[in-house]
């Protein structure tokens, strides 16, 4: 056996037994497991850049039985759709050269195109009412949330706003959840090209990407946008989800493309690291900071924020 071989073999070996370690913890572990779960696709995406797509899929394979022996057939398909299949479409789109944004979004769109047919195929095979289910899991965790809250004694006219607060959230989330869906993988996409970066001096291949700073939605998402607020006059719930969905991801896009503005000016005024560092922790904590940037990276579509000033003539 040639060294070529085992070196393969090996990558396949190790890379399946960390991203399957990687999705036992995320479900094992409720909280914790999270950040477990965001950096599961990474070595198959790595290995699938660094031998292949053939041993990406290679180490995907493995990490799946080894997730069925843990999870059981279930977590495996789970497995399969939320964490190999990103990870062999970003690399793939990758090694065609496309953009980090756009190997992000056929990733995006081509896990929650798979996600949406199996979900359907599943419905119209068991006869059960899928949205309805989400629905009714929402219900139930409000429920849950508002017992703890009784069990610590907050009953009555103190548990009242905790109630309405919870299900104005609860309602909102019934009508969002396939854009928070979406807007969640694009998040772990993105996570895990920024994680590429760190690692790409080891790759036979260069990839190279443009910094974050330079990234600009295309100019017509904002007719999406603009189509989708005139929409919300339209008295039908379903268009009213539609559009409520389709604004809630353009506006993801476009907070996306303020802080793209923001980094650049980072840069641009060598901005110490203490004020950006305060910056991030302030759009965790005021979300009219976050609407504010957002609005920064819509109206980059007339103002062009970004464009080289010429110096003025003293």
């Not at 180490?59 to 789970?78: E, F, I, K, N, Y």
């Not at 999406?224 to 005139?230: D, E, N, R, S, T």
């Not at 923001?262 to 991030?280: G, N």
Request: net charge positive; with cysteine.
């Amino acid at each position: 056996m040639s060294s070529d071989t085992k070196g393969t073999l090996l990558d396949i070996l190790k890379g399946g037994v960390v991203s399957a370690i990687l999705y036992a913890a995320f479900l094992s572990l409720p909280v914790f497991g999270l950040a477990a779960a965001v950096v599961t696709p990474f070595p198959v995406l790595y290995i699938g850049l660094k031998r292949g797509m053939g041993t990406g899929a290679g180490v995907a394979l493995l990490a799946a039985a080894l997730v069925t022996l843990v999870g059981g057939p279930l977590a495996s398909v789970l497995y399969v759709v939320q964490a190999a299949l990103l990870a062999l479409v970003l690399a793939w789109g990758i090694t065609r050269g496309y953009s980090a944004s756009r190997s992000i979004a056929t990733a995006v769109l081509v896990v929650l195109g798979v996600t949406a047919a199996l979900a359907a195929l599943y419905a119209v095979a068991s006869g059960i009412d899928l949205h309805g289910k989400v629905v009714a899991a929402i219900r139930g965790s409000i429920a849950q949330s508002l017992a703890l809250y009784e069990k610590k004694g907050i009953k009555g006219d103190e548990l009242k706003p905790f109630r309405e607060t919870l299900e104005q959230g609860g309602e909102m989330l019934s009508q969002l959840y396939p854009a928070l869906l979406l807007i969640c993988q694009s998040i772990v996409a993105g996570i895990n090209v920024l994680l590429l970066r760190r690692f790409a001096g080891r790759l036979p291949e260069s990839v190279r990407f443009a910094p974050f700073s330079s990234f600009r939605n295309p100019d017509y998402l904002v007719w999406a946008a603009i189509v989708a607020g005139f929409s919300l006059l339209v008295d039908n719930s379903v268009v009213t989800t539609a559009a409520l969905n389709i604004l809630t991801v353009a506006g993801f896009l476009y907070f996306m493309q303020g802080l793209a503005i923001a980094k650049h000016y980072f840069a641009t005024y060598s901005v110490p690291a203490l004020f950006r560092y305060l910056f991030y922790a302030m759009l965790v904590m005021q979300a009219y900071l976050v609407i504010a940037v957002a609005l920064l990276g819509l109206f980059d579509l007339w103002a062009d924020f970004r464009r080289p000033r010429k110096p003025k003539n003293l």
